[in-house]
């Protein structure tokens, strides 16, 4: 397992806290017990980072022999002021990488990262596909990566490189069938972000296991926050990637969790920034089960 740490590189409000959690790094690898998996040896590997004020990287490192087929993660005690602009799986597969980051006015309270990797020995046809938006300052970016013909999609990831916190991952979206993703990225609601930013998206493929399929779990439609959605594997099956959504949050809203919470669901939350949203929205959950 790989942390990296990084200071924030502005002034910002600090809150001292009963009972935070030690700036000490918390490490938690789990291999669960469950279902038979349409990929033999797969694994899910949880890994949690320090808690403190600082824009941070935790991973979550794959076993030896194994690569990382999908993942995800989430933010602990980020109060909606805190968005993962980064869920990618790192180059040459060893791990998948979760970066958190603060809004644009900072947040003074201590917050940590969660990371899980979904690790199997490599199956037939593994193989990245990543596509790059254009460098500029759009407020929204929507872009679509394909796997090449005959391969499905069994993990994803992207990247707001440039986004400083003030770009949120809106969309990270397995299609229905498989065969590519969808990425959405936007600004936040504040005043308008001004610097240039790249999106970037991946799509982790390969020859699809039997029983592939991809499940869907609904959040409820409304202005409540924070709220969240779970997709769950049929029986017999287990999760191989993961994928969120939040529907209508116009960047006013931050996917604070989008990650396999077990070998069978996938869980996605979503919360409000600071000084809250008027309108009504859902997040919605996506689980690649074989």
């Known amino acids: ?31 669960l017990v469950a279902p038979a998996s349409a990929v033999p040896g797969l694994v899910l590997k949880v890994t949690g980072g320090p808690s403190n004020s600082d824009w941070k990287t935790t991973n979550a490192q794959c076993p030896p022999g194994t690569t990382v087929l999908g993942g995800g993660g989430r933010i602990v005690n980020g109060d909606g002021q805190v968005t993962m602009d980064t869920m990618l799986p790192l180059v040459g597969g060893e791990a998948y990488s979760v970066t958190g980051r603060e809004d644009g006015d900072g947040y003074g309270n201590s917050w940590s990262i969660t990371t899980s990797a979904l690790c199997a020995p490599a199956p037939a046809g593994l193989e990245t596909r990543t596509q790059f938006s254009d460098h500029d300052s759009n407020v929204g970016k929507t872009m679509e990566v394909e796997c090449p013909p005959g391969k499905k999609v069994l993990g994803l990831g992207a990247e707001m490189s440039g986004g400083l916190g003030r770009v949120v991952i809106d969309d990270l ?16 609601g504040g005043p308008d972000h001004l610097g240039k930013w790249t999106m970037v998206g991946k799509a982790i493929c ?34 191989h990637g993961v ?13 604070t969790a989008m990650w396999a919470n077990s070998s069978t669901t996938v869980t996605v939350t979503g919360a409000e920034e600071e000084g809250g949203y008027g309108n009504s929205w859902a997040v919605k959950a996506y689980a690649i089960c074989a």
């Open 206 to 239: 390969a020859t699809p296991p039997a029983g592939l399929v991809r499940v869907t779990g609904f959040g409820i439609l409304d202005s409540q926050t924070p709220k969240t959605a779970t997709a769950r594997c049929p029986e017999g099956k287990r999760v």
């Open 1 to 31: 397992m790989y942390v990296r740490r990084n200071g924030a590189g502005r002034t910002r409000r600090i809150v001292t806290t009963a009972g935070l959690a030690s700036a000490a790094l918390l490490v938690t690898q789990l291999a």
């Open 173 to 188: 979206r397995p299609s229905a069938d498989l065969t590519g993703i969808t990425v959405t990225g936007m600004e936040d």
């Open 243 to 255: 994928g969120g959504e939040i529907d209508n949050g116009q960047g006013e809203v931050r996917m």
